[in-house]
């Protein structure tokens, strides 16, 4: 996930192991002055609307002055009408009007210094037209589809408990194998009974084929990169150029033009995704804004919501141009509120927080305690690095090794990452699951979750050299992702001269290290039926040609997803996969001292966490030899063997002598 700088800074790729965390001892002096800027605690920030009529209120506490401008369409026509607003309490202006302007548009301008600053739809833009230029007023409750006021996520108890997809909507959709009619939208994912042409399940009902349990939908948000206004281009992003931060994509709606459509059909995916037992997660970017001067930020109170250098330019840890300032309370307010907006109107179910060590933890421990007050299910993960330097103190920052410190925050393992397929960084590389020993101690820190174990030897690990998490809840574990070489690539260029077989073997292999580990598994979209960006790691702009899953594939590689749905099933039907406290995996893990390299042999005992099997025996053998394992004389059931996989059992084994295929998994289990 190593973030990197991008044309237009049009995303921003996450930062690996460790990423940035050199500190800079330096105090941007410029900032202290936004120090004795008035905190609005108000909750009527924007837009209200109610019987009394419209009120828009807008902090800018530098202004000299601001207005309304009021429009009929979304784009390319003059005001219908200017609103002066007056200065309120708390560094405030308002506006108000008796009539409830609903379908018209409007934007905000201020004039600071003298100076009169360009037309902005403001941060707390809900609703938008085309390419965001322009907010808009509409009646959310109108929005809602049938049966809104019902609808409710999965429960999910413990974070550990969650299988996470991440996908991108065109990729998922887009391709003339989906069977899909709304191609790269929202509703994509509300269309039950598409398949391929072979005749596979995809689309939703695919997901629900597969087991996972939680989707992560790439940036959603309304962001910067793609025309609105010309989507016949084709045009792809990821997304992690944010522009309006509460108000959904254009070109994932059928009608960019249209605010409502957007609301309505992100709602229609949800509450689809809902109703197939399937939660929702979002990844959000509020780490940074598309533009500097001329986001939405600085042209409401300029300089206040980012960091800045001892010189006045713009602090740039996440390598796009600009970072924002969590620490700043109406920064940490915004985010704060932003994401319960989320999660009370659109129900979303999660959230992923790109480059989160930019912001400081008080801000996210505030985030995690306000989605659990809304909904006990909601879980929040991030990327626990930077990619580049920040005036943010080391201590104060949601890096990985401050996770200990932040209650109900999961972060992403480089650890296990870079252990089994290699580094991310250089595509050569092999790791555990390619063959390369030395990186079976790192292997094991993935297993444990980071945490504590008296038989991990933490000196040894590639990235980290202590336990960083206090308990498995707090860990994500994934071998690929959107970001850098998907899986597939990453084998195809680190396996030269290989047959596609041999890394469909490493791929299970790696796969089924993540998710037999403690913590909770992450999966990105397609791996499942072994396709690739042909080689493209930063793919972030490239054409569906490069990102599209073909459908296809899945009967291509039909023993492929077979095994990735048994592996999913196995998890999710074995708490013992899924223990939630450090000394939980203290207790029944029980590494197995092998002397043979690229292999890590141990047993889950003691029911644990509630399992129903008494031990489970698991050996990973990583490398190009057999490998005879000696297993304890009792009654096992060999759940996986040899590239195969089944949760209800492949056959029988007494035990004794066992031999492990190269790169491939043994697991049994007994009940007595």
Known sequence: MQKQLRAACAVLLAASAGGMTAISAQTPTMDTQYLSWPAYTGDDLELKVDSNGTHFTLWSPAADGA??????HDRNTAPVDTLVMHRGEQGTWR???PQQLYGKFYTFRVNVDGRTLAETPG???????TNGERAAIIDFAATNPAGWENDRGPVVENITDAVIYEMHHRDFSVHPSSGIAHKGKFLALTEPATTSPEGAATGIDHLRELGVTHVHILP?????????????????????DPLNYNAPEGSYS????????????????????????????????????AGGDDSNFSLTAPGYFYRHRPDGTYS?????????????????DFIVRSVEYWAREYHIDGFRFDLMAIHDMETMDSVAAALKRINPSIFVYGEGWTAGDSPLPAERRALKQNVAQMEGIAVFSDDIRDAIKGHYSNAADRGFATGKPGNEETVKIGIVAATAHPQVDYSKGNNAHAPYATAPTQIINYVSCHDDLMLTDKLALSMPGSTEAERQRAARLAQTIVFTSQGTPFMFAGEEIFRDKHGVHNSYRSPDSINAIDWTLKTTNAGQFDYYRNLIRLRREHPAFRMTTAEEIARNIVFDRVDSPNVISYSIKNNANGDEWKEIKIVFNGSTSAFVA??????WTVIARDGQINPDGLDSSRGGSVTVAPTSALILARTR
């Open 67 to 72: 207005e309304v401008l009021i429009y009929d």
């Open 254 to 289: 059928t009608d960019p033009g249209n605010p409502a459509a957007r609301v309505n059909e992100m709602k229609q995916m949800v509450q689809a995704l809902h109703n197939a037992g399937i939660g929702v997660v979002m990844d959000v970017v509020y780490n940074h804004t």
């Open 95 to 97: 506006a108000s009007v």
């Open 316 to 332: 740039d840890a996440s390598g796009c141009g600009n970072e924002t300032a969590s620490e700043r309370a109406m920064m940490r």
């Open 123 to 129: 941060i707390w833009a809900k609703a938008v037209g």
């Open 220 to 240: 959603s948000y309304d962001y910067n990169s793609v025309d609105e206004a010309n989507l016949p281009a084709n045009q792809y992003n990821w997304g992690y």
């Open 630 to 635: 000696r297993i304890p004389r009792g009654d």
